[in-house]
């Protein structure tokens, strides 16, 4: 079982920028889509932004498109998120999390596709 280790989160002002990290158990990691999803108090989850196995590709929610970046390193088991420009709604839990299926993308939108999640790291942006 794959287990998920997020850090990084932390207050923040209006503009200002955060890197969020996930450290991944296991010697699969490799194989599969992670993903960054966050909820806000009194909303449900939402994607935030994706990346396939071998990081040829990314994908990202309306609202962080060019102001965030996901990036990972197979190699450390790791997977990021760069966020820029960071807005009071913003402010949210984050949550890392790792696709159900090997070598797979489709869904990736669908936190019902992924099948194992970190704890969460609370991200603060003040105005």
């Known amino acids: 079982q794959v287990q998920l280790v997020e850090s990084g989160g932390g207050l923040v002002q209006v503009g200002g920028s955060l890197r969020l990290s996930c450290a991944a158990s296991?010697?699969?990691?490799?194989?599969?889509?992670m993903g960054w999803f966050r909820q806000a108090p009194g909303k449900e989850r939402e994607f935030v932004a994706a990346i396939t196995w071998g990081a040829g590709s990314t994908y990202y929610g309306d609202s962080v498109k060019g102001r965030f970046t996901i990036s990972r390193d197979n190699a450390k088991n790791g997977v990021y998120l760069q966020m820029n420009s960071l807005k009071p709604e913003d402010t949210a839990v984050y949550y890392c999390a790792k696709y159900r299926r090997p070598f797979s993308i489709t869904s990736y939108q669908n936190q019902v596709e992924y099948d194992a999640w970190g704890q969460g790291t609370q991200v603060t942006v003040s105005s």
């Open positions: 296991g010697r699969t990691f490799n194989r599969y889509v």
